[in-house]
């Protein structure tokens, strides 16, 4: 199926007084880990609420899946592992996934042998027939991770699937993000741990204020703070640090700094360190990191 997994023209969504969406729209496509980022409070929960009709949009054009958003039977083909998921201490996490299949319509036979691949997938298959009373933090959010699974979702919705997991635990639910692509499928997450995000995810939105303020992939937001960086053993020489002022570059203590798409612009500056003899002592790649556009996103709109 062609177009984007999510289309939203507009989405807003107003409680009183208060403007919790103000017309985001954007694009996600298809087979793709999406995440989207934001402050506390800047709406990304309720975006995914609007999109899965829990809470009802005050406008919203788009559509989801190839449909109008709000159609029911796309729905089926759609998983949702909420924040802070809350089931019921009594049941097993074998039953939890059997609720959320049953609420999908998943066959009975199907539930059954869906719910044993799930849960070795997430790594509870010793835990399946538990209750959710006896297990930590972390072993809920897999448990959760699963039943998000269990209708064979073409798009996933995930907000904070690592919360309350440890490190180990947030690898393997990154691992496990990456199958679900490789399967073909849609990953939609929402997060705060922005360094985990930018290793998974192949395209982001900022979102601030209700709106939002950046977009495209990773490569896209990083590429104009990409920069190579000189060092020199001991700091450039008076003379030459002048010179290299006037060019535009910036020279501070023994490290030579400029903004470069690729290293050709580079060489000149090497061989002018090394026909005055300076010795370089190494010569390295950067850029902002994605928690680096971040919060300069987020400041600069708030400032405006």
């Known amino acids: 199926m062609e177009g984007p997994a999510v289309e939203i023209e507009y989405l807003r969504k107003r409680y009183g007084g208060f403007e919790a969406l103000a017309g985001v729209s954007l ?5 793709s880990v999406f995440g989207l980022l934001g402050p506390n409070g800047a709406g990304k929960s309720t975006l995914i609420k609007s999109l899965l009709t829990i809470i009802r949009p005050t406008e919203c054009r788009g559509r989801l899946l190839g449909k109008p958003i709000g159609d029911r039977a796309t729905l089926r083909r759609v998983g949702y592992l909420p924040e802070h998921a809350r089931f019921a201490e009594y049941l097993t996490g074998r039953e ?16 059954r042998e869906r719910t044993v691949k799930l849960l070795e997938r997430v790594g509870m298959a010793e835990w399946g027939d538990k209750k959710l009373g006896t297990y930590s933090k972390g072993m809920r959010q897999r448990i959760g991770l699963a039943q998000a699974l269990v209708n064979e979702p073409e798009i996933v919705f995930l907000d904070e699937p690592t ?36 290793q998974v ?3 982001v939105a900022i979102l601030a204020h209700g709106r939002v303020i950046r977009s ?36 501070a203590g023994d490290r030579v700094t400029m903004v470069a798409d690729d290293a050709l612009p580079v060489q000149p500056v090497i061989d002018l360190l090394r026909g005055a003899g300076v010795a370089i002592r190494e010569i390295r790649e950067a850029r902002d990191s994605l928690e680096d556009i971040f919060l300069q996103a987020v400041e600069g709109k708030e400032a405006a």
Do not use: C, W
């Open 163 to 198: 919360d309350g997991v440890d490190p180990g635990g947030r690898i393997e639910i990154r691992k496990m993000i990456e199958r679900l692509r490789e399967e073909g499928r849609t990953v939609f997450v929402n997060s705060h741990l922005l360094a985990e995000v930018e």
């Open 27 to 31: 694009n996600v496509p298809r087979g």
């Open 96 to 111: 939890v996934i059997g609720y959320s299949a049953g609420l999908a319509g998943v066959p009975a036979r199907t539930t």
């Open 201 to 203: 995810a192949d395209h």
């Open 216 to 251: 495209g992939t990773v490569e896209q937001l990083t590429r104009t703070s990409r920069r190579y960086e000189v060092r020199t053993v001991g700091p450039v020489p008076p003379a030459l640090r002048e010179g290299l002022l006037r060019e535009g570059l910036e020279v």
